[in-house]
Nanobody, 118 residues
Framework: VQLQASGGGLVQAGGSLRLSCSAS????????MGWYRQGPGKQRELVAR???????NYIDSVEGRFTISRDNAKNTVYLQMNSLKPEDTGVYYC?????????????WGQGTQVTVSS
């Protein structure tokens, strides 16, 4: 399994970013996928998820600003982030929901840093 997120960067408040995650995992189209965020000094949290059937869900703080999507032909999941706020700052990871377990522990691939300046 490999999970590689990209597309992060430094953006001013109110700006936008589009994250991509390439997932090398079997039966990707049958997996529920999620985007997770770990802010400075905070625990990692699930901010958006998309079921295998394409149903999206978001935490309240990003609802209406973030959009998750997936391309099963490319084994890729996306996160469009608009109207970014400083509190959106963190390292963003994609993973299964719940996270993929490898050797008894959640596996976290490469994340991507998002920094929103005020």
């Amino acid at each position: 399994v490999q999970l590689q997120a990209s597309g992060g960067g430094l953006v001013q408040a109110g700006g936008s970013l589009r994250l991509s995650c390439s997932a090398s995992i079997s039966s990707f189209s049958m997996r529920d996928m999620g985007w997770y965020r770990q802010g400075p000094g905070k625990q990692r949290e699930l901010v958006a998820r998309m079921s295998r059937s394409g149903m999206p869900n978001y935490i309240d703080s990003v609802e209406g600003r973030f959009t998750i999507s997936r391309d099963n032909a490319k084994n890729t999941v996306y996160l469009q982030m608009n109207s970014l706020k400083p509190e959106d700052t963190g390292v963003y990871y994609c993973n299964l929901d719940p996270p993929y377990i490898q050797r008894g522990r959640p596996y976290w691939g490469q994340g991507t840093q998002v920094t929103v300046s005020s």
